[in-house]
């Protein structure tokens, strides 16, 4: 229970506990916006083994939810394999993203250039660090509270988003003034169906972030839970579009020999890294709310 601030949120009555999680990867499928209507604070489970030691009291109070956004969400002290494994993420992503940019302005700044460019700078780098901004282990969100945590999301996404649909449009532009014939490719075919889950989740993102007042649609918990699931395929999707795009005859002509190699390792190393905590809360938190549904 280290990890677990106990304490009584009802200030006024003093008759309800509140059990906090204080891991944000798991509030970011919770937040105030499971709030439905409830005027009480109650016990917000959001860890499963925690539900197995509380039993039903808990689950008779999940209608009246409240977080706290704006504590500080994370008093432990950074440890060594933290920082080391941040910078050899973010270094090797950063590594990664250069040598793509400098294979494609190699042979002149064409507009094609342009389209590796602001893919990999998109997902590689803001899309990636956008998804780590709820993690405990990104040096620069872990101590800020859930509400900056959620800001920073949103604004990298939508750089991130911005910059992958330059890259779409300049692809599709060079393609029609070169009257080449469209997604003929498996580069193409999962970079566009990339592209188009991209755009899915980021209106499920705006979904989520009012999802209170669209709860009479759809419970906040569900919107949550199936942003957060379609974000992490998005990645998956980006991170195979990518490699596939390192398999192109361009890349391979002009970069070095096993470059497709190192890069596609980067990718799969940095992706299982980022992805692995919110995919597996996300299935936590899955499993649930159907238990909940099933009561
Ligand atoms: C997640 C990132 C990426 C996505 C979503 C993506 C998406 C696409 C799409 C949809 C097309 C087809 C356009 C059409 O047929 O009209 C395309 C073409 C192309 N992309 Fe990417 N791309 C990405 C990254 C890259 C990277 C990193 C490279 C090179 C290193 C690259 C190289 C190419 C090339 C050479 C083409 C033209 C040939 C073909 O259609 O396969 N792409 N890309």
């Known amino acids: 229970m280290s990890n677990y601030n106990t304490f009584n949120s009802n200030a006024e009555g003093g008759v309800t506990p509140a059990i906090i999680n204080t891991n944000v990867e798991t ?6 916006t499971e709030r439905e209507g409830g005027v009480t604070p109650a016990i917000i489970n959001t860890n499963v083994e925690t539900e197995a030691l509380l039993g039903d009291t808990e689950r008779d109070v999940s209608v009246t939810r409240k977080m706290n956004t704006n504590r500080q969400e994370n008093q432990n002290p950074v440890s060594w394999l933290q920082i080391t494994m941040n910078f050899a993420i973010h270094g090797l992503l950063l590594i990664f993203t250069i040598y793509v940019i400098y294979v494609s302005f190699s042979q002149g700044a064409f507009l094609f250039s342009w389209h590796p460019t602001l893919m990999t700078v998109g997902y590689a780098i803001f899309m990636t660090e956008a998804i780590l901004s709820f993690s405990e282990n990104n040096l620069l969100a872990r101590n800020r509270n859930f509400k900056w945590r959620v800001k920073y999301h949103w604004i990298l996404q ?20 070169n009257e080449k014939s469209h997604f003929q490719t498996n580069h193409a075919i999962v970079g566009l169906v990339t592209i188009i889950v991209t755009a899915l989740v980021a209106a499920g993102g705006i979904w989520t972030k009012y999802s209170y007042d669209l709860r009479e649609y759809l419970r906040p918990v569900y919107a949550k839970l199936i942003h957060a699931a379609l974000g992490g395929a998005v990645y998956i999707l980006a991170v195979t579009a990518l490699i596939l795009g390192m398999n192109s005859d361009f890349f391979e002509r002009y970069s070095f020999s ?7 390792f980067i990718l799969i190393l940095t992706g299982v890294y980022i992805l692995t905590k919110p995919l597996t809360t996300c299935i936590a938190r899955f499993k649930t709310a159907f238990m909940r549904a099933s009561l």
């Open 27 to 32: 509030e970011a499928l919770l937040g105030d």
């Open 158 to 177: 939508a750089i991130g988003g911005a910059s992958v649909a330059a890259g779409f449009i300049i692809i599709l532009t060079n393609k029609f003034i």
């Open 258 to 264: 096993s470059a497709k190699w190192v890069g596609g």
